[in-house]
């Protein structure tokens, strides 16, 4: 079993930033192969991707978040980060860790307003 942790959303104002943090537990063996990423969902609207880090430092980003959003990863430590900078009002979603296929945090909030 693996689980989850997200942690750093919080309120920021438009073109500030933040960092969020998705700590690993559990089997993480083989964190260092796993293919990782980050979701957001924002009221009313889907889950969408926004970023994923998988072996070889490969990297996708959702279009929306390109050149604003970094992914990485500390695989002694387990976890993924999610730098956020430029931040915009369309951002305010709830940000989820994945580890592909289908296990997930909890989420943690992020809102960008004045």
């Known amino acids: 079993q693996v689980q989850l942790v997200e942690s750093g959303g919080g309120w920021v104002q438009p073109g500030g930033s933040l960092r969020l943090s998705c700590v690993a537990s559990?089997?993480?063996?083989?964190?260092?192969?796993?293919?990782v990423g980050w979701y957001r969902q924002a009221p009313g609207k889907q889950r969408e991707l926004v970023a994923t880090?998988?072996?070889?430092?490969?990297?996708r980003y959702a279009d929306s978040v390109k050149g604003r959003f970094t992914i990485s990863r500390d695989n002694a430590k387990n976890t993924v980060y999610l730098q956020m900078n430029s931040l915009k009002p369309e951002d305010t979603a709830v940000y989820y860790c994945?580890?592909?296929?289908?296990?997930w945090g909890q989420g943690t909030q992020v809102t960008v307003s004045p």
């Open positions: 994945n580890k592909y296929p289908n296990t």
């Open positions: 559990g089997n993480t063996f083989l964190f260092s192969i796993w293919t």
């Open positions: 880090s998988s072996t070889g430092n490969k990297t």
